[in-house]
């Protein structure tokens, strides 16, 4: 399979009815703001605070939960896991026109508890090389590479590898495996490029979604955030600057 050779793989997942679903229930989840008690992320731009990432969603939102843990998406996640799947986590990554992007990492660091995941990321918009679509390197899903202090992949062996940009249309989904080496650019255009990324697990290993929640909410209280980048993550793999 193209998956287990290459550590990633990109489905036709929404017809174009489903994608306007998925734009507004992304709408929806965006104008939030502080009245649901989900996880907002803000960065700093050149036209000022914008909203970068939600995650803890699924709980608030119907149509996203049953998008996110039933049917083909679930069904996709077991069939690359090769068992029954559990969803693990789940984002929005906004990338509002002049939001930064991503250094190149693997997630796996980011994801406690077990070692194995696949994640997706659907389309909401379109996804291009000038909005910083995903750029990914094929068949180096093999092993955890040598990481920076920042837990993100070393340069030297960031610059040896072959990067690929992943170009997606609204709608399409892109599966990687956790292991898959992947970055972004800023996106520097006009247009907004928002993409929704749910991780999975095989359910044998436990449902450890409220879990992984629990531990991440911790982990951002006990370390107050020192320098300029939001940290959205375990790992230290964003480059969007703080709203001070
Ligand atoms: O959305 C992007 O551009 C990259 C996101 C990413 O790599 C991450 O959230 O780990």
């Known amino acids: 399979m193209h998956f287990d050779l290459t550590g990633w793989v990109v ?20 104008s939030w703001g502080s009245s649901v008690n989900c996880l907002n992320h803000f960065e700093m731009t050149k036209d000022g605070a914008k909203l970068c990432r939600t995650e803890y969603f699924t ?37 509002l026109s002049g939001g930064a992007g991503w250094n190149p990492h693997q997630d ?8 194995r995941h696949v994640s997706c990321m659907i389309a909401v918009d379109d996804s291009t090389i000038e909005n910083g ?33 992943i170009e997606l249309r ?9 292991l898959t080496p992947h970055r972004s650019a800023d996106n520097k ?3 907004d490029r928002r993409a929704l990324y749910p991780t999975f697990n095989a359910l044998r290993e436990g449902d450890l979604r409220e879990d992984y929640y ?16 939001v940290r959205l993550s375990l790992i230290d793999d964003f480059r969007g600057k703080k709203v001070k």
Not at 170 to 178: K, L, P, R, V
Request: hydrophobic fraction near 35%.
């Open 11 to 30: 489905t036709e997942t929404l017809n174009s009815t489903q994608v306007e679903e998925l734009q507004h229930a992304v709408d929806e989840v965006q």
């Open 133 to 165: 679509c995903l750029e990914i390197v094929s068949g180096a899903h093999g092993e955890l590479l040598a990481m920076d202090k920042n837990s993100c992949i070393q340069s030297s062996v960031v610059e040896a590898m072959k990067w690929q940009p």
């Open 59 to 95: 709980p608030f939102h119907e149509g996203l939960k049953k998008l996110l843990t039933k049917g083909e998406v679930l069904a996709m996640a077991s069939t690359l896991l090769g068992e029954q799947a559990v969803l693990y986590k789940e984002k929005i990554n906004y990338k």
């Open 189 to 191: 255009s006009d247009n």
């Open 108 to 115: 796996a660091p980011a994801y406690p508890f077990i070692n």
């Open 170 to 178: 609204a709608g399409q989904t892109m599966w990687f495996h956790s």
């Open 214 to 229: 629990r531990l991440k909410i911790e982990e951002f209280e006990k370390h107050s955030q020192t320098g300029d980048e």
